[in-house]
């Protein structure tokens, strides 16, 4: 009935949900196959636009892109991912509309970020063109006592990019790794622990020897000065007999 009545596959699979009830309805096609065909006929959604950046700070990033042709189906959400500069594994968040706010970024630091359009019935869609980013940095990232807390993390937690993100949070917070060692375990803890770091690194770091150790080791005592030795001679002259005196 579709065939005679000149539809083709690819034409009633871009038509809206609307269109494609009324095509049935007036094939009357039975209610039992217009979910199979409705199914079959579906497309997956187009590409979305390029992400591009709304606002940032020095943690966080939000974008927006346009919305990709719905293919017949509408949208249901958008499946958005990024990765920091080097990183092998995509995060990923689920967004309602041609938005959003990506949190616990890195300062100073470069993500790439791309975005692909969901629909009921063919899920994932095709990903958008990839955008670069980036966050602002924190005046100061560079110094010293920022760079010895981040080597610092990198040896103790997994990824480096986790390390880092630990390290600028407890930076702006004031913290320094001399700061950080002076701490008794549970405070450490509850500090870290404010800061909304993940369990496991909570432990590792409170776990830490290299951190729990004192900062420079104390100096030795002073050893006993050692005694000087008597002139040749001396014993002798004392137990020598006092001249005139008794044998």
Known sequence: RLARALYDAETLSRLPLDELRDVFDRLQVLPKHRDRLRSALALPPGQPSRPHKLSASTDSVTVGWAAPEACGNPVVEYLLQWRQRGAERWEEMRCACTCGRVENL????????RVAACNELRGLGQWSVEATVHT???????CPPYIQLSRFLRGVLN???????????LFQDQWTLASLQSLPPDRLTAVLR???AKEGAVHAIAASHALRAPLSEPEPAPAAPARAPEPAGTAAAASAPEPGGPA
């Open 136 to 142: 602002p940095g924190l005046d100061g990232l560079a």
């Open 106 to 113: 890195v300062p100073g630091c470069e993500y790439t970020i």
């Open 159 to 169: 990824t480096a990019e986790y390390a880092d993100q630990v390290a600028a949070a």
């Open 194 to 196: 404010s800061l909304n």
